[in-house]
């Protein structure tokens, strides 16, 4: 892709910097002083230790928006945490979209993992390698929630796109208000190559950091037909945007339930045919 091209494509996915304030937009949820709002409500992090890890939850909840967070990750040997980084309705039944960033061995990438559940309905995983090392400095994860589309975005690069196939039978996230939420916690049973690498507690207290939260978005109850004058509302990928997804899960994919036939041996989800 020609680097003019290249340019556009990022910079028609940029959210306007428009930076939220910690303190009026979330709550601590958990932690037990291990998460801190500084510098004025510009700065939050969470930490974990053996003890416990942290998280965060939104004031507000959301129902479609353009949704941005920057966040730096927790460097060196991250191996066995987990940054969480999602929206969710909660329940049993409940609608969510996540990003989760799953730690790793020093000098190995992290794993951002994915997934949209609906009506209680998960299993929707895609995996990617960063083109970055996420722990030098921030970077703006986005999601992009509208009702023809879910699109997921790191520095203003897509990465996937989950469509509303509510025609197809496929459920779609739409009337369930969500929460933002954050949590960095220890997953060392799973989260590092299946287990294999444990948390090393000498490294310990493990910090991430949260700056520049902005949501373009309805909060619950808030939505009309006046919102479909906001670009994002009716936001969808054009074909550079198309291309620049082709090109990271080309190049960056490591894990894509629409092709694990293992786990479908008697054929993929039907959301799969145009995922």
């Known amino acids: 892709m020609k680097i003019h091209v290249l340019l556009s494509v990022l910079l028609s996915f940029v959210a306007a910097a428009i930076c939220g304030n910690f303190n009026q937009d979330f709550d601590i949820t958990w ?27 939104s004031k507000n909840q959301y129902l479609f928006g353009k949704i941005d967070m920057q966040i730096k990750l927790v ?3 991250s191996a066995g945490t987990v940054t969480t980084y999602y ?11 996540d990003f989760e960033f799953l730690g ?9 993992h994915t997934n949209v559940f ?29 009702p023809q589309s879910i699109i997921f975005s790191v520095d203003g690069t897509p990465i996937r796109q989950f469509k509303n196939q509510e025609s197809k039978g496929v459920s ?9 939420f954050s949590s960095l916690w220890n997953a060392d049973d ?3 190559r299946g287990g294999l690498v444990k948390t090393d507690w000498t490294k310990a207290p493990f910090t991430a950091s949260y700056a ?29 945007g198309q291309e620049r997804i082709k090109w990271v899960q080309k190049n960056y994919m490591i894990y894509n339930y629409c092709t694990d036939s293992k786990r479908f041996p008697q054929g993929f989800p039907t959301e799969c045919s145009t995922a």
Request: net charge neutral; charged share 20%; hydrophobic share 35%.
């Open 31 to 57: 932690g037990e002083g291990r998460a801190k709002i500084l510098d004025n409500g510009k700065l939050l992090t969470l930490s974990l230790d053996k003890a416990s890890g942290s998280g965060f939850r």
């Open 75 to 77: 460097p060196g040997n």
């Open 87 to 97: 929206l969710s309705s909660l329940g049993q039944n409940h609608d969510e979209i």
């Open 104 to 112: 790793n061995l020093s000098g190995d990438p992290y794993i951002l």
């Open 118 to 146: 609906a009506l209680g309905k998960g299993n929707r995983e895609q995996q990617f390698y960063l083109w970055f090392d996420p722990t030098k400095d921030f970077h703006t994860y986005s999601i992009l929630w509208n």
């Open 172 to 180: 779609y996230p739409k009337s369930q208000p969500m929460w933002i």
């Open 190 to 192: 799973w989260a590092t």
């Open 212 to 240: 520049n939260f902005n949501a373009l978005a309805c909060t619950a109850g808030s939505c009309s037909k006046k919102s479909s004058v906001n670009s994002w509302f009716s936001q969808s990928l054009d074909i550079t």
